[in-house]
């Protein structure tokens, strides 16, 4: 994926110096581990690639919002209701036709596994309570803008 390697570059190098804060959703750990895993990449060039992405940030202080519920299972039984029943049947007739056994939990551990390879806060999500993770997140900025 070294097209996406590039992209990312260029775009790091336009925002050096910019103000504000950029949030990507999803674009740091689960989209590239879904898509390298529906390639059918190993965990080990998962965990290469994840690391080679990390680096390039770095100039932008980047912080990961982990957003974590118990395991696998829960995580995309929540998906499944909040994004409704076509979102999930095209879920679950993609994985049944690529053959990607255990993908969510897969990806569970990897995500986990791979987040000290940046600055990031871990907020545990219970069923539909945000509450307490909103909270946590304005903490985590507020005491980092306190330190600059």
Known sequence: MPCALERLNDWVMKNIGGNGTVIIDSGFLQNPINELLFRKATDDEVRTFIHDIS????????????????????????????????????VDELLKQSGCENFFQRRFQLELELLPTVEHIVCEIDNDNWSEAKSQIERYFQSISMKQ
Do not use: F, H, Q, T
């Open 55 to 90: 680096v390039l940030p770095k100039p932008l202080s980047p912080v990961c919002v982990y957003l974590r519920r118990n395991d696998a299972e829960e995580a995309i039984a929540y998906a499944k209701k909040a994004k409704g029943d076509g979102w999930a049947n095209r």
